[in-house]
């Protein structure tokens, strides 16, 4: 046990340092208070990393494998059509992993030097939070240190769920992590769940020569997604040689012969099974307070596992906050980071509000699927009147001289204020195209107001401004089905 009587104070600790953590401490600090943050992470050769999941083996390193793996897609099967010859294309996946690896590494040490800049005191070790937001500290060697924070800041992030059917053994049967570092292409790739997660790591491996087979318990495709989309990245997932099979529940897996094998009940309920070299489970992450939380601290948790806070990220513990993967909400690292600026702000005393209804979604699979605010499937479960405008890429000019014609925008917008309600996009760069929705209904904007604004010719963006005059069918690049307003 430590002594707490002489322990070293600060204003705020935060727990943890991933995209909620890093950005609560550096915007704490900027705020002049006396911040700490505790990280117990380390990185593949056992060194203390910074960053979380999303630096190290979440969005970052699953984004250069995804940009590394469409140039090859590009270059072996897509350049010809603009008379590009590109015989005899190879992919070193060695030095596609140390590519990624050294991106990780540029960003996560860039972290260590913001905290520097910024004053932001970094401690190594594992957390632990006491009574009287006394916060324990046990370091690499087993050393206990115990702090005193006025404001303590838990972003302790999520973990991978595990399902005891397939339980992984990080050779033949991985999680995310794992199959971020496959140093060969494996010829057929099982994944257990077509979500965001599975499906991008899907793409990056399929595009380099997998056959990937993903087994979705659900029956409907991607089901959180406005449907009209869910069902055009079906077809064009399809078309890719993506094997995405719905209804398929996993039962068992066994390893034989340095292969995988993955039993599963179909769609129809018949017994099947398939073998594969690498098996990825990719069914949804938790959220993580191992060892966290002393029972005396004040903190409680909900019913799903996640620490409970209320819109304002206050738990149930005065001066004790929770942002990011750890709290209710979609696990996405721009909500976590905005979660740690509010709260960082609010204990600066000013009144930062989180707006949760506009925080856009992105699946970073080629063609892109990105959404922000309501799906049609939910106005029309409110009974809200609505109005759809769509516009497809395949009649935009600079998707076509792009080659990249798949997918559409589609607007929605209430009925009679003409607000805009909803945007969910399928196509190339679908992940900034949505952010000029997401702007754009930050300020309250109509479909008329988006209609009204000039894009420059020719972009991408400009199936935006078609889907949004299509609302009120004067769009002008497509046929108008219905009557003008
Ligand atoms: P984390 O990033 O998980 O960080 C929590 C940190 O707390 C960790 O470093 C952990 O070591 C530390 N910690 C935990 N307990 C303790 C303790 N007791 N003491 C000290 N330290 C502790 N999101 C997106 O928005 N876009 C994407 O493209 C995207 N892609 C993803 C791809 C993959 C493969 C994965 C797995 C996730 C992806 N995500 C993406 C999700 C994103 O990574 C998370 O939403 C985000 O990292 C959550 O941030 P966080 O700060 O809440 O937690
Ligand atoms: P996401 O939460 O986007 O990462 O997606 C995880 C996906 O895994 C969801 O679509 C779940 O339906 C799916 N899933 C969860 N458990 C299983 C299972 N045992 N077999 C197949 N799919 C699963």
């Given at each position: 046990m430590s002594d707490n009587t002489t322990a070293e104070q600060f204003d705020v600790i935060v727990i943890g340092s991933g995209p909620a953590g890093y950005v609560a401490a550096i915007r704490c600090a900027q705020l002049d208070m006396k911040v700490a943050c505790i990280e117990k992470m380390k990185d593949r050769d056992g060194k203390n990393t910074l960053g979380g999941t999303c630096l190290n083996v979440g969005c970052i390193p699953s984004k250069s494998l995804l940009d590394s793996s469409y140039k090859y897609h590009e270059a072996?099967?897509?350049l010809s059509i603009h008379g590009?010859?590109?015989?005899?294309?190879?992919?070193?996946?060695?030095?596609?992993?140390?590519?990624?690896?050294?991106?990780?590494?540029q960003l996560t040490s860039g972290i260590?030097?913001?905290?520097?800049?910024?004053?932001?005191?970094?401690?190594?070790?594992?957390?632990?939070?006491?009574?009287?937001?006394?916060?324990?500290?046990?370091?690499?060697?087993?050393?206990?240190?115990?702090?005193?924070?006025?404001?303590?800041?838990?972003?302790?992030?999520?973990?991978?769920?595990?399902?005891?059917?397939?339980?992984?053994?990080?050779?033949?049967?991985?999680?995310?992590?794992?199959?971020?570092?496959?140093?060969?292409?494996?010829?057929?790739?099982?994944?257990?769940?077509?979500?965001?997660?599975?499906?991008?790591?899907?793409?990056?491996?399929?595009?380099?020569?997998?056959?990937v087979v993903l087994l979705e318990a659900q029956d409907r495709f991607l089901a959180m997604m406005d449907q009209q989309i869910s069902k055009d990245a079906l077809k064009i997932f399809n078309k890719q040689g993506l094997d995405i099979r719905l209804g398929c529940r996993v039962t068992g897996s066994e390893v034989k012969n340095k292969k995988v094998e993955v039993q599963f009940q179909d769609g129809d309920g018949n017994e099947q099974s398939e073998t594969f070299d690498k098996l990825i489970v990719c069914v949804g992450r938790k959220a993580y307070t191992e060892n966290l939380l002393a029972p005396d601290c004040g903190v409680n948790i909900d019913e799903r596992g996640c620490i409970y806070v209320n819109d304002l990220c206050m738990t149930d513990a005065p001066g004790i906050y929770a942002v990011g993967d750890v709290v209710r909400g979609p696990m996405l690292a721009h909500k976590g980071s905005e979660e740690g600026v509010m709260v960082a702000e609010r204990i600066a005393g000013q009144q930062t509000?989180?707006?949760?209804?506009?925080?856009?979604?992105?699946?970073?699979?080629?063609?892109?699927?990105?959404?922000?605010?309501?799906?049609?499937?939910?106005?029309?479960?409110?009974?809200?009147?609505?109005?759809?405008?769509?516009?497809?890429?395949v009649a935009s000019g600079r998707a076509l001289a792009a080659n990249d014609t798949d997918g559409l925008v589609k607007i929605i917008a209430h009925g009679e204020t003409d607000r805009i309600l909803g945007c969910h996009i399928i196509g190339p760069s679908a992940a900034d195209l949505v952010q000029q929705?997401?702007?754009?209904?930050?300020?309250?904007?109509?479909?008329?107001?988006?209609?009204?604004?000039?894009?420059?010719?020719?972009?991408?963006?400009?199936?935006?401004?078609?889907?949004?005059?299509?609302?009120?069918?004067?769009?002008?690049?497509?046929?108008?089905?219905?009557?003008?307003?």
């Open positions: 072996a099967e897509q590009i010859e590109t015989k005899g294309v190879k992919i070193d996946v060695k030095k596609m992993i140390e590519r990624k690896d050294g991106i990780v590494k260590g030097q913001l905290f520097k800049a910024n004053g932001v005191t970094h401690i190594e070790g594992t957390a632990k939070l006491l009574a009287q937001k006394v916060v324990e500290v046990t370091n690499n060697d087993g050393a206990v240190t115990s702090y005193q924070a006025e404001n303590v800041i838990i972003a302790t992030g999520s973990t991978s769920i595990d399902i005891p059917v397939a339980q992984i053994d990080n050779k033949y049967i991985v999680d995310s992590t794992g199959a971020l570092e496959f140093s060969t292409v494996p010829k057929r790739l099982g994944i257990i769940g077509a979500g965001v997660i599975g499906l991008e790591l899907g793409s990056v491996w399929s595009r380099l020569g997998s056959e509000v989180l707006n949760y209804d506009i925080i856009p979604n992105v699946i970073y699979t080629h063609p892109e699927i990105a959404s922000v605010g309501q799906t049609e499937e939910q106005i029309k479960a409110d009974g809200e009147p609505y109005n759809v405008g769509m516009f497809p890429f929705v997401a702007i754009a209904m930050e300020f309250g904007s109509s479909a008329e107001d988006l209609g009204m604004i000039v894009f420059g010719h020719p972009t991408l963006s400009e199936a935006v401004h078609e889907a949004a005059l299509s609302v009120h069918n004067h769009a002008i690049h497509k046929a108008n089905r219905r009557k003008r307003k």
